[in-house]
């Protein structure tokens, strides 16, 4: 298949992406795709389609998890349940170079896409599948939401103050997965076309050399590896660290403090030669810089009550405007408690352009160029399709007549638009 309008300098230029996706994790894996210049064709049911279309309204009658995931793919909306939406799919296939998905435990198997039967019938398709808890386990046969997998990894407990436990308001159990497996996608794309490459010209076209992979990826791993210092932590130490709010059981003095004109100030410090600095620069405390029972990390996170009573007492005297440029000129981490609706005229995203306008099926709206900057490189920030907006004309690349298209429009097999003329 031919991607559509690829940017010559885009990095995954000519990579085709069929996802089978819902919710977050995978939406997020397909769209890091997307901005590096993939063809993302996401496969929908045709009733309703990715249910994260319907969380909410606020974006212009769109839901915002959807559009902050969805952009730059293209819809087909697809009856998976039929043998004629089936054929369909792997039509797609056949011609494309990763199968991301993450729907219910046992769904593709249900579907004649597991791994092994992938393997065998695509055998250059590098196939991810996100699920909750693995292919196997105790738990694998388990739904995972991203708050259930955050609190069965512990994540949970070390979130929010002792005795009330807290879920991050991110996502982050959904998102960091689907990181994962962009990553996974893009290492395997890399080995499969330098071994293609190593074969002589002949071997030079990916989709034949035989060098695929099939990729299982589960929420509730990459919470245990995020989780990684709290583990080592309790299986050395023998206990579990009270979560601290917007602290650190790790390092101190490190958190949140309030201001004399009625703001937040997030100070930290990470080494003994910080902690010197805040204690004689900028609290003008010596005695504590002299304390033997701060003199080392280890003393300061035992004795953290003292030393936040003494930096809000310094704090509560000033101005957050004064704090921080006394701590810049100290060379003291320091940062400003913003709730979300400051973060959105944020001067280090306004004044760095960061936001991009970007197409939606209600008209357009501001979205946030992805993290990465690569030089001589835009990210295309392509639209947020519509529920099959793409469908007629990707069946038409694949061949289908238009005669096709409407009989499987008519099964019930395909939905989106009615069919409009399609140049051949």
């Given at each position: 298949m031919t991607p559509v309008d690829p940017a010559a300098a885009a990095p995954l230029a000519g990579i085709t992406v069929?996802?089978?996706?819902?919710?977050?994790?995978?939406?997020?894996?397909?769209?890091?795709?997307?901005?590096?210049g993939a063809r993302v064709i996401k496969i929908e049911n045709p009733v309703g389609g990715d249910f994260a279309r319907h969380y909410d309204d606020v974006v212009l009658g769109q839901a915002a998890h959807f559009v902050w995931v969805n952009r730059g793919k293209e819809s087909v909306a697809l009856d998976l349940k039929t043998d004629a939406g089936l054929d369909v799919l792997h039509r797609l296939?056949?011609?494309?170079?990763?199968?991301?998905?993450?729907?219910?435990?046992?769904?593709?198997?249900?579907?004649?896409?597991?791994?092994?039967?992938?393997?065998?019938?695509?055998?250059?398709?590098?196939?991810?599948?996100?699920?909750?808890f693995g292919r196997d386990g105790p738990l694998s046969h388990k739904r995972a939401y991203d708050l259930l997998v955050q609190a069965e990894a512990g994540v949970c407990a070390v979130t929010g103050t002792a005795g009330q436990p807290a879920k991050p308001g991110p996502p982050v159990?959904?998102?960091?997965?689907?990181?994962?497996?962009?990553?996974?996608?893009?290492?395997?794309?890399?080995?499969?076309?330098?071994k293609a490459a190593t074969g002589g010209p002949e071997r030079l076209d990916h989709l034949v050399s035989g060098e695929g992979a099939t990729i299982g990826i589960s929420l509730f791993d990459t919470m245990a590896e995020l989780m990684g210092y709290h583990l080592t932590y309790a299986r050395h130490a023998g206990v579990d660290q009270e979560p601290l709010g917007m602290s650190s059981p790790a390092v101190a003095p490190y958190g949140a403090y309030p201001t004399a004109d009625g703001n937040t100030v997030v100070l930290g410090t990470t080494n003994d030669r910080e902690w010197q600095r805040l204690a004689t620069t900028i609290l003008q405390r010596p005695d504590l810089a002299d304390d033997p029972r701060f003199r080392t990390n280890t003393g300061r996170t035992r004795h953290r009550a003292e030393l936040d009573a003494a930096i809000t007492a310094w704090c509560t005297r000033h101005d957050l405007a004064d704090?921080?440029?006394?701590?810049?000129?100290?060379?003291?981490?320091n940062a400003r408690y913003n709730r979300p609706s400051e973060v959105i005229s944020h001067p280090?995203?306004?004044?760095?352009?960061?936001?991009?306008?970007?197409?939606?099926?209600?008209?357009?709206?501001?979205?946030?160029?992805?993290?990465?900057?690569?030089?001589?490189y835009e990210p295309p920030m392509g639209p947020v399709p519509a529920l099959g907006a793409d469908t007629d004309r990707i069946l038409n690349e694949l061949g289908c007549t238009a005669e096709e298209i409407d009989r499987l429009r008519a099964a019930a097999v395909l939905g989106g638009p009615a069919r409009t003329e399609v140049a051949t």
């Amino acid at each position: 298949m031919t991607p559509v309008d690829p940017a010559a300098a885009a990095p995954l230029a000519g990579i085709t992406v069929i996802a089978l996706e819902q919710a977050v994790s995978a939406p997020m894996c397909t769209r890091v795709l997307a901005d590096f210049g993939a063809r993302v064709i996401k496969i929908e049911n045709p009733v309703g389609g990715d249910f994260a279309r319907h969380y909410d309204d606020v974006v212009l009658g769109q839901a915002a998890h959807f559009v902050w995931v969805n952009r730059g793919k293209e819809s087909v909306a697809l009856d998976l349940k039929t043998d004629a939406g089936l054929d369909v799919l792997h039509r797609l296939l056949s011609g494309a170079d990763v199968l991301v998905s993450n729907l219910a435990p046992g769904a593709t198997a249900r579907l004649g896409l597991s791994p092994d039967e992938l393997a065998a019938r695509y055998p250059s398709l590098v196939a991810v599948e996100i699920d909750g808890f693995g292919r196997d386990g105790p738990l694998s046969h388990k739904r995972a939401y991203d708050l259930l997998v955050q609190a069965e990894a512990g994540v949970c407990a070390v979130t929010g103050t002792a005795g009330q436990p807290a879920k991050p308001g991110p996502p982050v159990a959904d998102a960091t997965t689907g990181l994962y497996a962009a990553l996974s996608i893009m290492m395997c794309l890399y080995r499969r076309d330098a071994k293609a490459a190593t074969g002589g010209p002949e071997r030079l076209d990916h989709l034949v050399s035989g060098e695929g992979a099939t990729i299982g990826i589960s929420l509730f791993d990459t919470m245990a590896e995020l989780m990684g210092y709290h583990l080592t932590y309790a299986r050395h130490a023998g206990v579990d660290q009270e979560p601290l709010g917007m602290s650190s059981p790790a390092v101190a003095p490190y958190g949140a403090y309030p201001t004399a004109d009625g703001n937040t100030v997030v100070l930290g410090t990470t080494n003994d030669r910080e902690w010197q600095r805040l204690a004689t620069t900028i609290l003008q405390r010596p005695d504590l810089a002299d304390d033997p029972r701060f003199r080392t990390n280890t003393g300061r996170t035992r004795h953290r009550a003292e030393l936040d009573a003494a930096i809000t007492a310094w704090c509560t005297r000033h101005d957050l405007a004064d704090i921080q440029r006394i701590a810049d000129e100290a060379g003291i981490g320091n940062a400003r408690y913003n709730r979300p609706s400051e973060v959105i005229s944020h001067p280090q995203l306004t004044q760095r352009n960061r936001w991009r306008d970007i197409d939606t099926p209600a008209g357009p709206i501001p979205s946030l160029l992805p993290p990465a900057v690569i030089a001589d490189y835009e990210p295309p920030m392509g639209p947020v399709p519509a529920l099959g907006a793409d469908t007629d004309r990707i069946l038409n690349e694949l061949g289908c007549t238009a005669e096709e298209i409407d009989r499987l429009r008519a099964a019930a097999v395909l939905g989106g638009p009615a069919r409009t003329e399609v140049a051949t």
